[in-house]
């Protein structure tokens, strides 16, 4: 996706031992890496970006003890975890399963705003937006006529691909994102009447109760542990007759799980369970592919529900 994230040690020699490391890394001679990126700790013991990379490089090594180690290292020299070494630990059984640090998933995505799309759309054949609109156009098919939506919400809107995708059938649209270069991106859409730099929970949260039409998500909520309070905010703020329809992406068990990926996969029934516990009706809930990653399609989701 892009560079690792790289935060200075202040001591120029540990610095220069990190990116000899990830040099040794890029040739493939792990061993080596690791040992160098040990000597860099010890000469930094603060250093939150060679602590992350020794547990990344003790992985590889299958010596998941160190790596478990290395992460909490990286914890503690930096407790906003803009590195996300919380959920390396969450995937080793170190951490029971929560939800993401808010400021690594901000880190992440204002790291990649500037190139965001042509990574996404032309590098993973991304049509999250397509298969999210065409599933909303499901639940209106025989009406004789298409729906317009007369207010609605782009939750983790990112550079506004949906907002693209929707442009003909809403009229005011509001953004919600949590990178700020993503809603700097957004905003040259020229689409949205309104962009929040926010989590999606805390959009809707800004939103007064039986204020929205539609609320989206296409490819957001896979940053989230847990649907119900997204769903919940999204039954208060929608109209009777209101859409929710969002993409995720799934596995085969029920419940939710921390993906290789490092993005929560959402199992059908946790889905489902959600939408019932907002008092939403389930309109569908499809099997789909938004994404390829290795030339593979990622198992996904689109649901959409109404509010009665």
Known sequence: MTAPLFLSSGDLIADRRYDFARDL?????????????????????????????????????????????????????????RH????????LGALALAGMPPDYVRTLFDQYAPRFEKALVDDLDYRGPQILRQAVLAIFHGSGRPPFFARAADLGCGTGLAAREFAADVGELIGVDLSPKMIEQARLTGLYARLDVADMVQGLRQEPDNSLDLVLAADAVIYLPDLVPLVLEAARVLRPGGVLAFTTETHGGDGVILGAS????????????????????????????????KGEPVPSLVVTAVKR
């Open 262 to 293: 490092l993005r929560y996969c959402h199992g059908a029934a946790h889905v489902r369970s959600a939408i019932t516990v907002a008092g939403l009706l389930l309109c569908a809930i499809t099997p789909v592919a938004t994404r390829k990653e």
């Open 84 to 91: 996300g070494a919380r959920l390396r630990l969450m995937r």
């Open 25 to 81: 890394e890029s040739r493939g001679d792990i061993v080596a890496a690791a040992d160098l990126m040990a000597q860099a700790v010890e000469l930094a013991p603060r250093f939150t970006s060679a602590w992350f990379a020794l547990g990344e490089l003790s992985q590889q090594l299958n010596q998941h003890g160190d790596a478990i180690r290395a992460y909490r290292k990286a914890c503690e020299t930096d407790p906003s975890d």
